[in-house]
């Protein structure tokens, strides 16, 4: 996603969130520059309409400071001597089907892009897992679940827990504003 390409797209809106839309048409250059995270985009050919956009950004996930039984979750897929404290992964930060293209299942065709690209043979980094931080919204998190995520921890104070790394999470805290989520790539891989 370039500047450029923005331009030539013309008007192109996310109604449903503010916040996304900013981003896309005000800040996905910055982020970029700052090495924060690339962003990518789909338009149609004949008349440049953004049709849906995203984020990725490297990342991954920490198992050493988890509790035992999700540590265990994850390590058991990992041959033993492969074990490690933490697992690459790329975060898809922003995934946008812009207004005008609801409907048509184009963000889980963005999700299966992004999933084939990090198996493909000439992908230039290791990535076991794809993650998200989804917006804590039953039809968001619905939309993720469909597509084969799952979330690493049970409840909004388990995954609190974990990211603030305290013993205790206060109770208006309890409730998070996304959750975190993964993909297991092996489960597409060629090469398992």
């Known amino acids: 996603m370039t500047k450029e390409i923005v331009a030539s ?11 996304i839309d900013k981003f896309f048409h005000e800040e996905f ?16 050919k004949q ?12 990342s991954s996930i920490r198992v050493d400071n988890m509790p035992k039984t999700k540590r265990n979750k994850l390590n ?10 933490q697992y690459p992964a790329v ?22 892009f992004i999933k084939a690209w990090f198996i493909d043979p000439l992908n230039k980094t290791g990535c076991r897992y794809v993650i998200v931080d989804a917006i804590n919204n039953e039809k968001v998190l619905q939309f993720y679940k469909d597509n084969g995520f799952d979330f690493i921890f049970a409840s909004d ?9 305290a013993e ?6 309890a409730f998070r504003k ?12 060629t090469t398992k």
Do not use: W
């Open 47 to 58: 008349d440049h309409r953004m049709v849906a956009a995203f984020t990725v950004a490297n």
């Open 91 to 112: 975060l898809v930060g922003q995934l946008v089907v812009f207004d005008g293209f609801n409907g048509y299942s184009l963000g889980n065709d963005v999700l299966n």
């Open 9 to 19: 797209c013309g008007n192109f809106v996310c109604s449903k969130d503010d916040d």
């Open 157 to 165: 104070e388990e995954e609190m827990k974990y990211l603030s790394n």
């Open 178 to 189: 996304t959750r975190l989520m993964y993909f297991d790539l092996m489960l597409l891989s």
């Open 29 to 44: 250059e910055d982020y970029s520059c700052q090495l924060l995270g690339k962003s990518y985009c789909f338009y149609t």
């Open 76 to 85: 058991r897929k990992i041959p033993f001597s492969k074990q490690r404290s």
């Open 168 to 173: 205790n999470v206060a109770d208006d805290d």
